[in-house]
Antibody, heavy 123, light 107 residues
């Protein structure tokens, strides 16, 4: 059974850093790209970023609002994807989800989602 | 970035009704469109991908159609468990972008 479990969320002051982890099981982690999404309280969903598989260079993509502050990485030996968040802002508050990415007919699509982890940026 | 305009933002309907939700893309996205269902306090669940492919395990009353800039999600006969918020997501190119969501409520 495919499972994704996010961890590392919590309360953090503006300007500080936090690292989220996404621990995967039930599939060969290294064969899949991974997306991160987030959802501010009471708001809609937002895509945050993506990391490809190692054989595609482990390339990353980010939404403009986090570019230069957030970094996605992966450790295939541990089946974990990371979201390193620096210079956090109040507007980064929300539930963060990791997802598995499946490529179908040239399109990347998120099939399985984790349960999410809450990040609260507040002084 | 590609803007996704989803309508309506909310919808009241009854069990057994046929419901349609629409998403329009600000530029062509071929068939790169997915639909997700989200219930309060839960992670989104994929219903449809590549515009019209039904996710395994999702009831056949859900269907997706469209291409290029206009897409629809149809629920042929609403069931009590379908009352939720629905989002479209363009997955044609990065940055991926969502519609604003449609909250489907019981009439």
């Amino acid at each position: 059974e495919v499972q994704l479990v996010e961890s590392g969320g919590g309360l953090v002051q503006p300007g500080r850093s936090l690292r989220l982890s996404c621990t995967a099981s039930g599939f060969t982690f290294g064969d899949y790209g991974m997306n991160w999404f987030r959802q501010a309280p009471g708001k809609g969903l937002e895509w945050v970023g993506f990391i490809s598989i190692k054989s595609y260079g482990g390339t990353t993509e980010y939404v403009a609002s986090v570019k230069g502050r957030f970094t996605i990485s992966r450790d295939d030996s541990k089946s974990i994807a990371y979201l390193q968040m620096n210079s956090l802002k109040i507007e980064d508050t929300g539930v963060y989800y990791c997802t598995r990415v499946v490529t179908y007919s040239g399109y990347d699509s998120s099939d399985y989602w984790g349960q999410g982890t809450l990040v609260t940026v507040s002084s | 970035d590609i803007q996704m305009t989803q309508s309506p933002s909310s919808l009241s309907a009854s069990v057994g009704d046929r419901v349609t939700i629409t998403c329009r893309a600000s530029q062509g996205i071929r068939n790169g469109l997915g639909w997700y269902q989200q219930k309060p306090g839960k992670a989104p669940k994929r219903l449809i991908y590549v515009a019209s492919i039904l996710q395994s395990g999702v009831p056949s009353r859900f269907s997706g159609s469209g291409s290029d800039t206009e897409f629809t999600l149809t629920i042929s006969s609403l069931q009590p468990e379908d009352f939720a918020t629905y989002y479209c997501l363009q997955h044609n190119s990065y940055p991926f972008t969502f519609g604003q969501g449609t909250k489907l409520e019981i009439k």
